[in-house]
């Protein structure tokens, strides 16, 4: 690039000189092993509209130690639209009927990583070149793969290195919150429908982002006839810490003394706490499931003894200590 452009438009400018049929996309901060390649390319000659992405082994960035990633892993998200490493889960294992050796179909990619079938990039919209820089685009075409019709894969006989920097060695142009918060809302905007009011609830200054025009890309949805989110979190991702059905979401306030529940340390085995109401989102925002859970993400309010005290554990949607009745008392 003739200058700094960021890892989206770069990788659309690569995509647009490259011959290949099949493109494959790789950090910088790789090392590839022997017969990396071969198992890609076999998914996508079976399906030219299967994604995939290699295992992704870890480099140590002191020493260069190579270490073996995991197949019992895959991709998510969370409430602020990070990119997550999950267990593979079980439901998965079992449509894999326990050969680990087969591919594991993936809610969401790393986005560093990963072989696409050409026209198949083309035609599903490549990235969105209205995203600055990085991030977000990895859920972002997550999403429209899945919704739009085609497979995301973990290949686990693929193995590709990758060195894991503590620190981002570069900057973002008028701050990293900037520029992550205008490529999430675009991503949300488009693609997440009703659901994305998960993320602006618990980040509010996402709105007030400057996010550009977005109508290129919903008239590609609408070309494409892809499915809505709901979908996606029922067929896609039902382990999601978004549920599928709740009742509402926001704070959990005492109205007499405006005090709300807060989960200042977003830790399991955690206490929760009662803090003045701030109206930022953040640790003071919860939903109330269809499954009648207080949680936020993947943690839920628990009560163990009688007088407490409430705690933040691990979901297990067995109701018991996780459920809450929610009486309204109706005043006249």
Not at 171 to 193: C, H, S, Y
Not at 209 to 222: A, M
Not at 302 to 314: A, C, E, F, I
Request: with cysteine.
């Amino acid at each position: 690039m003739e200058q700094r452009s960021g890892l989206i438009r770069a990788r659309l400018k690569g995509a647009s000189i490259s011959t290949g049929q099949v493109i494959t996309f790789l950090d910088a901060h790789c090392e590839c092993t022997t017969g990396w390649l071969e198992p890609l390319l076999s998914r996508i000659k079976l399906d030219k509209k299967t994604v995939v992405c290699p295992i992704i082994d870890v480099i140590s960035d002191d020493t260069f130690e190579y270490m073996a990633g995991s197949d019992m892993t895959y991709g998510g998200f969370n409430w602020k639209l990070n990119f997550r490493w999950y267990p593979v889960p079980q439901r998965e294992m079992d449509r894999r009927k326990g050969d680990r050796t087969l591919p594991v179909r993936t809610p969401t990619m790393a986005g560093g990583l990963f072989s696409i079938d050409r026209d198949y990039f083309q035609e599903i919209g490549t990235y969105d070149a209205g995203m600055d820089i990085w991030g977000g685009e990895n859920l972002e075409i997550s999403f429209r793969i899945w919704q739009c019709g085609g497979t995301l894969e973990i290949v686990t006989c693929s193995h590709v290195g990758h060195v894991f920097r503590k620190a981002t060695p570069y900057t973002f142009p008028g701050g990293t919150g900037q520029i992550i918060n205008k490529n999430n809302r675009r991503l949300a905007e488009v693609w997440m429908d009703e659901f994305k009011n998960f993320f602006y609830i618990i980040s509010p200054g996402v709105t007030k982002v400057d996010y550009g025009d977005i109508s290129t890309r919903t008239s590609l949805r609408q070309r494409l006839q892809c499915k809505p989110f709901s979908w996606y979190l029922e067929n896609v991702y039902p382990d999601s810490q978004i549920p599928r059905h709740y009742y509402s979401l926001g704070e959990i306030r005492n109205v007499e003394t405006n005090q709300c529940l807060d989960n200042m340390a977003r830790k399991e085995n955690e206490k929760v706490g009662i803090f003045n109401c701030h109206g930022m989102g953040g640790n003071q925002v919860f939903s109330y499931t269809a499954n009648k859970e207080i949680r936020t993400d993947d943690l839920c309010l628990d009560v163990s003894k009688l007088n407490g005290p409430v705690m933040m554990l691990k979901c297990h949607h067995l109701k018991g200590n996780q459920l809450w009745e929610y009486d309204p008392v109706v005043s006249v």
